[in-house]
C-alpha cells in the first residue's frame, strides 16, 4: 500500500479546497497537467505531445474519475459513517492513476494535475460524505429507538 501523496502538506492547500468552487467540473488540461520529459537523444521542440498521448491521459483521468465515484457509490450503498480514511482512498487512487504512466513514456502527469484532480474530487465527494454521515446518524440515533 503506498501512502498518501502530499499534495494535503503542500503551502496554501487548505485555502485552495475551501475556495474551490462546488460546481467546477475537473478538466483535463494537457497543456496544464502534462510534463514532457527531456531526453538527450531528442530535441525538446520535436517532442511534442501527440493526440493518442492526450488520450491516454484522458483516459486515465477518466477511469480515476470513475473509479472514485464508485468507491463513494459503494459507502453509500452500505450505509457506511464517514471516515477520515476515506479522503486518503481518494488521494491513493489519484496517485496510483499517475503512477500508472510508464517510466519511459516521453510524458507524464505533473504536480499541478494531481493537485488540481484531487480537489475536484475531494470537493465532490465532501457533499456526499456529509450526506452520508447525516443519514448513519440518522438511522443509528438511540432516541428513534427508544
Not at 10 to 24: V, Y
Not at 49 to 63: E, G, R
Request: net charge positive; hydrophobic share 35%.
Amino acid at each position: 500500500v503506498t501512502s498518501p501523496p502530499s499534495v494535503m502538506s503542500l503551502p496554501g492547500i487548505c485555502e485552495k479546497i475551501t475556495s474551490f468552487p462546488k460546481d467546477r467540473k475537473f478538466s483535463f488540461d494537457s497543456q496544464k497537467h502534462i510534463l514532457r520529459k527531456k531526453s538527450l537523444y531528442v530535441i525538446p521542440n520535436l517532442m511534442s505531445i501527440s493526440n493518442l498521448d492526450v488520450i491516454k491521459f484522458q483516459h486515465i483521468t477518466d477511469n480515476i474519475i470513475a473509479c472514485v465515484e464508485a468507491n463513494i457509490a459503494k459507502k453509500e450503498q452500505e450505509k457506511r459513517d464517514y471516515s477520515r480514511n476515506f479522503i486518503h482512498e481518494i488521494l491513493n487512487e489519484v496517485q496510483k492513476g499517475v503512477n500508472s504512466v510508464p517510466r519511459n513514456a516521453k510524458c507524464t502527469f505533473n504536480k499541478q494535475y494531481s493537485i488540481d484532480l484531487s480537489l475536484y474530487l475531494c470537493k465532490m465527494a465532501a457533499e456526499r460524505f456529509k450526506a452520508m454521515h447525516e443519514a448513519f446518524q440518522k438511522a443509528n440515533d438511540p432516541v428513534v429507538y427508544l
